[in-house]
């Protein structure tokens, strides 16, 4: 592998544009080749991201020798099968999230992964922004003391023209799409709760249109919201025995916080490149430079631990997806 990562992304969506665009910010990577299921789609993608190639089918693509790495920007309900069809081309993935609609689809796309010997990761961004990363070895080195409590919700008013959302065999719902941000987060710094509460509202579809939930901890507790039905200002509140950490809105995007410690507010700020998707990027290009085939800041076991949780929640809802069948 020459030290340029090639680049290939497949489902050239919304998503695929942002992708595309902090791709282009970096120096150590080439955009090679882009695939649609709608080859004109493909070709005016890749003008406007200056791919070297496109193609009118994902296959084409995972046929492409000189790809190193899939970018998959597909609904949430093809990406397992995506997932393994590229690695069984013996092409590196990186996968949006949610990973997959469920663990049994999360364990088969590792399973692959091992298989080929070939690196696959989540697409969890906000886990490689610079001021998460901060927030989280601060909290590590006790800047706060014991976490008692976290709050942190991701809500918008979704239009009805985003037919995705809603669609329960695309994996829509709001769990799934935007309730796995707040629930990373606790997990990100609390780990496995031990009890989860949670209650749901539904769209005609059958998909979640919002869900209040509890993580329990022996020691902590965190309250988690999403929602497709109304606006929320996107903060997200870490209380300790020693201090407050407040990840400014939209937190999931985070480049600021405010560290409030004996009546003191700090107000620390670490920028990030682009929309933020570049920081993904960079952590994929590492770790294909080193022959890995998992990130340690985002490991497999990550994945599986997070898709346990969306699971779990899910049952506590009750709602189920035709892939759970
Ligand atoms: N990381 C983030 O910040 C972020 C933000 C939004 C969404 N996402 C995730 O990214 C994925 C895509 O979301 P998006 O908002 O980009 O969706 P989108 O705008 O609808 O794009 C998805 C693309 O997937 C392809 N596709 C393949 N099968 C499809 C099908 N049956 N129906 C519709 N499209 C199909 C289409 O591309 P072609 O026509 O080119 O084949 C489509 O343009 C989802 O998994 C979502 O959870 C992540």
């Not at 970018?71 to 993935?93: D, F, G, M, R, S």
């Not at 939209?250 to 570049?278: Q, R, V």
Request: net charge neutral; glycine share 6%.
């Amino acid at each position: 592998m020459s030290t340029k990562i090639k680049w290939g992304i497949i489902g050239l969506g919304k998503i695929a544009h942002k992708f595309a665009s902090d791709l282009l910010l970096l120096n150590n990577v080439e955009l090679e080749a882009v695939a649609s299921r709608d080859l004109a789609k493909a070709k005016v993608f890749s003008k406007t991201f200056h791919s070297k190639k496109f193609y009118g089918s994902y296959e084409a693509l995972f046929q492409d020798e000189l790809v190193d790495i899939v970018y998959i920007a597909t609904p949430n309900n093809n990406h397992a099968q995506l997932t393994i069809l590229a690695l069984e081309h013996k092409k590196a993935v990186l996968c949006e999230k949610p990973f997959a609609i469920n663990k049994q689809q999360v364990f088969k796309m590792i399973e692959a992964s091992k298989k080929n010997n070939i690196f696959l990761m989540e697409a969890l961004w906000t886990r490689f922004l610079p001021a998460i990363k901060k927030i989280k070895s601060s909290i590590e080195n006790g800047e706060i003391g014991a976490i008692k409590y976290l709050n942190a919700d991701f809500s918008f008013k979704a239009l009805p023209s985003i037919q995705r959302i809603y669609d329960k065999e695309l994996g829509g719902g709001s769990i799934l799409d935007i309730g796995i941000y707040p629930i990373f987060l606790a997990y990100l710094i609390l780990g496995m709760p031990d009890k989860i509460i949670a209650k749901a509202h539904y769209f005609e579809s059958g998909a979640d249109s919002q869900v209040s939930i509890i993580f329990d901890y022996k020691n902590a507790q965190a309250v988690l919201f999403s929602s497709f039905n109304s606006n929320s200002k996107r903060e997200a509140k870490i209380s300790g025995t020693l201090g407050e950490i407040i990840i400014d809105s939209p937190w999931n995007e985070a480049t600021s916080f405010s560290l409030i410690k004996d009546g003191n507010e700090e107000k620390i700020s670490i920028p990030k490149i682009g929309k933020g998707y570049a920081h993904q990027i960079l952590e994929c290009n590492t770790c294909l430079l080193e022959n890995l085939t998992e990130s340690s800041l985002w490991s497999h076991q990550n994945s599986i631990e997070l898709i346990t949780l969306l699971d779990a929640v899910r049952k506590e809802i009750s709602l189920v997806y035709a892939e759970d069948l």
